[in-house]
């Protein structure tokens, strides 16, 4: 697929998944083109994945994807401003978090979680021990393994075939973003613990 200037909604038969990030290992965009690859030959190409981003693996991860033959993703390759960004997800009906299965993948929550949380999109992301007690599956994020293509997949089919899921994932988690990520949320957690 070329790299388009705008990724069309999920309306039709198009489902949009997005990845934004900087190629870095423990994203674990491996997994992801995996499942890519599971969904192009299970469905027929309707969820396309969108890999907004630069970075160390690119190439390598560019490589895989035409080796995996893969038809139902687009790359964005360059460094995209907030506001672009902002579009992008907008656009997406799914956005991705990590799916790396190292030992800094397992300890961390990237930024783009909280990021996605706080814009109300449905975001699938790996069950860590970073994220668990902090996120809560089927109601603020849908969790899938780390490092494995077919449980992300599947994920990603729940969340395709449920609008109603999607939602309430999507609008659990900007509250719960809200109530405990937001500057305000912070602000109050800093002046509680300085009294």
Do not use: W
């Amino acid at each position: 697929m070329n790299s388009p200037t705008h990724i069309p909604s999920g309306k039709g038969n198009r489902f949009n998944v997005l990845y934004f990030g900087s190629y870095i290992p423990l994203h674990g965009v491996d997994v992801i083109l995996k499942a890519a690859k599971i969904l192009q030959d299970k469905d027929k190409g309707t969820v396309v994945f969108t890999f907004v981003g630069t970075g160390q693996l690119l190439p390598e991860m560019k490589e895989l994807a035409s080796r995996l033959g893969l038809k139902n993703v687009c790359f964005v390759e360059r460094f995209v401003k907030e506001d672009e960004l902002a579009g992008f997800i907008s656009n997406a009906d799914i956005c991705l978090g990590i799916f790396g299965k190292s030992d800094k993948a397992l300890r961390v929550i990237p930024c783009k979680v909280y990021n996605c949380l706080a814009i109300g999109k449905p975001l699938i992301t790996s069950r860590t021990l970073a994220t668990d007690g902090v996120l809560t599956h089927n109601e603020n994020v849908y969790f899938c393994n780390p490092g494995d293509p077919e449980s992300l997949a599947e994920a990603v089919l729940t969340l395709r075939n449920s609008q109603s899921l999607r939602n309430k994932i999507a609008q659990n988690g900007m509250e719960y973003s809200n109530r405990n990520f937001s500057s305000d949320a912070i602000g109050r957690k800093v002046a509680q613990i300085i009294r």
